[in-house]
């Protein structure tokens, strides 16, 4: 039998995305509305922010699934739990720095 290698880092990647490709949609659609919601949106801004966020998310929702520890499977349907936490996380926090206001 043979020994099985280790699966590379971009392979990771690219299936990563793969099955969280509705999740990362989704987000950036919610960025959307976020941004449209305070009147500032402007489409370069959008775009920076669509990319740090895919970045981010994908970044941390790879580490996330790496250690995985449940015995259930990380996929609800479509959506990738370990990428709607992250996205949580990061839209969260970007709408409560939008609500604030700097002194």
Do not use: C, R
């Amino acid at each position: 039998m043979e020994e099985q290698l280790p699966t590379p880092i971009f392979e990771l990647v690219v299936l990563h995305l793969y099955l969280s490709s509705i999740t990362l949609l989704s987000g950036i659609i919610v960025l959307y509305l976020i941004m449209k919601s305070k009147n500032k949106f402007t489409w370069p801004k959008y775009i920076t922010n669509s990319i740090l966020m895919l970045l981010i998310v994908v970044i941390l929702a790879l580490l996330i699934w790496i250690k995985w520890p449940f015995k259930f499977d990380f996929m609800l349907g479509p959506f990738n739990l370990p990428t709607i936490a992250i996205l949580f996380m990061f839209l969260g926090t970007y709408a409560l720095m939008k609500n604030t206001k700097s002194i």
